[in-house]
């Protein structure tokens, strides 16, 4: 939907509010995304840990080693959780030079639909890594239940 000019600028309000809101919804993303890398760390330094101190325990071989695997699963998808995604954002040389001389309710507009583009492009990675993280937070449980049970079968 294409406004004139002058309908731009009697929307300026509305334009100010929606890209304020977007702006906002952008910022929470952000730090979702980095809140994932934080759990993420946090498990795989679980994982790396349990894994160790089974290895240094008289144990039941065989669930031994299907928890290993599983604190490799939670290794392998924690570190793929963390990895660095290319994330969009506005680039502000273009945005300005295209958009000085621009009403109000013009760039408005324009800084709204590509927030809400951007988003929609940065929904994809978070909701991969909000996968992956979710994924090693269930290795991580299969694995320190097999690590109990291998340690209490050879006691």
């Known amino acids: 939907m294409t406004m004139t000019p002058a309908e731009l600028e009697e929307q300026k309000d ?3 509010l929606l890209n304020n809101e977007v702006t906002s919804r952008l910022t929470r993303q952000s730090e979702s995304l980095a809140k994932i890398d934080a759990k993420a760390l946090f498990l795989i330094g679980f994982a790396a840990t349990a ?3 089974l290895a240094t325990r008289q ?4 669930l031994a080693y299907c928890a290993f695997a599983a604190y490799a699963v939670t290794l392998l998808t924690g570190v793929l959780a963390m990895r660095v995604a290319k994330h969009q954002d ?3 040389r273009p945005m300005l030079a295209a958009h000085v001389r621009s009403a109000k309710g013009q760039v408005l507009a324009e800084l709204a639909a590509t927030r809400a583009s951007i988003f929609e492009k940065n929904k994809e990675i978070h909701d991969r890594k909000a996968w992956l993280w979710t994924a090693s937070l269930w290795s991580m449980a299969v694995g320190l239940g097999l690590s109990t049970v291998a340690l209490l079968l050879h006691t």
């Open 51 to 53: 894994a160790q101190f």
């Open 14 to 16: 509305t334009l100010e």
């Open 59 to 62: 144990r039941h071989d065989v």
């Open 90 to 92: 506005l680039e502000p």
